[in-house]
Structure formats: C-alpha cells, structure tokens
C-alpha cells in the first residue's frame, strides 16, 4: 500500500486523529443505538475501536499500519453470547457478528443442539430477513464428518461449522451516506434471533435447564 510508512505517517499525523475521530464518534453513536434494542458490554466507542497499529511480529509484511477503521462490540453477560464487529475500509466495507473462534466445550454444545433438533437453526437461517442481510451463514467448515455425528444427518451441513459468523458488505456509498448509522444498527438489530438460539443454546440444556 502506498505511503504506509512511518515518515508519512508522521507527516499526515493530524489528518488521521481527525479521521480517528469521525471513527470514535460513529462507533459511539452506535454503540448508542445498539444499547436501545441489546445490552453491550464495551463502555465506549473509543474503546471498540481498534487501533491503526498493526502486529508485525510474526507477519512476513512489515508494513505498519492498518489500510482500514475496525472495531467491536462485546454483549454483556454469558446469557448473552456473541460478538460484533465492523470494518470500514474503501471498496471493502462490512458488518459481522457472530463466533469466530468458539471454543471446544462451546462448540460440541453447538453441534449437539443441531445434531438434536436443526430445525430451529434452519429456520432462522433461511428467514427473508437473514437472507436479505447476510446471505447465508458463514465460516470455516470442517470436510470431513465431525467425529461422533452421523453423515446421514439431515443436519449434517450445519454441523460441520466450526465458525458461525453473520457478514453484510456495504458499498462505499452507503458507508459515506446519511443513513449508514442507522443501516449499520439495523444490521445488527437483524442478528438478533441467531444470536438468542445461541444463547439459549450455550446456557441451557436440552431440557432447557440452566448450565
């Protein structure tokens, strides 16, 4: 990427703390409007951001700044499970939510909620709503069977998930619109059923007592 370097940078350090702004002042905007409808854990939009700094150590690209204005959300309490995330970025612009790194105790109860009953997942899956906001469920699948799941499983696509993640891409247009605060709240209003199984799903047994 051109000029991602320290001397420019530092030439241009103005420009970015006014850009960093914008940024804290969106993300805490929204962190606004998602408390109306869930309850985030993160205390500011400042501290959902992250930073421009990249981590170089163990990357072959020394560049070392980020091209892009990334931050999260983290919902409050293990009754309510999952994170959000959103990336602004030219010609690359998103919003996901979901687990990207579910551990194994977590992800067994997953599988074995689907391998229970898909059906619920199904369904909300493949609801106008969540095909209209994010297309289809993503993240890495594992190719083979999971270990103990039967093949046959009409489920079986569902559980080879390893990662459960919700993505909706933007257009620089829209990012750069009026609304996109409120396009970007509604995008995360939208994942909400997702997230209520999983939660349910993570805190509960199949009898639906409290783990």
Known sequence: MKNNN????????????????????????????????DVIETPSGKKA??????????????????TYFSGSYRRATKYRRGGLYFHLEPGNSWLAGGFWGPNSEDLKRIREDIAFDERPLRKIINSKTFVASFGTLRGEQLKTIPKGFDAAHPG???????????????????????????????TFKNMRPFFDYMSEVLTTDINGEEV
Do not use: M
């Not at 940078?9 to 109306?36: G, S």
């Open 6 to 37: 320290r001397e420019w940078f530092n030439a241009h350090k103005e420009e970015f703390i006014q850009q960093q702004t914008l940024i804290e002042n969106f993300a805490e905007a929204l962190l606004q409007e998602l408390n109306k409808h």
């Open 49 to 66: 951001c992250y930073r421009i700094y990249r981590d170089v150590r163990f990357s072959k690209d020394k560049t070392p700044y980020n």
């Open 156 to 186: 079986i696509d569902l559980l080879r998930y390893k990662q459960f993640l919700l993505v909706r891409k933007f257009s620089d247009e829209e990012v750069l619109g009026s609304d996109f605060l409120k396009l970007a709240n509604q």
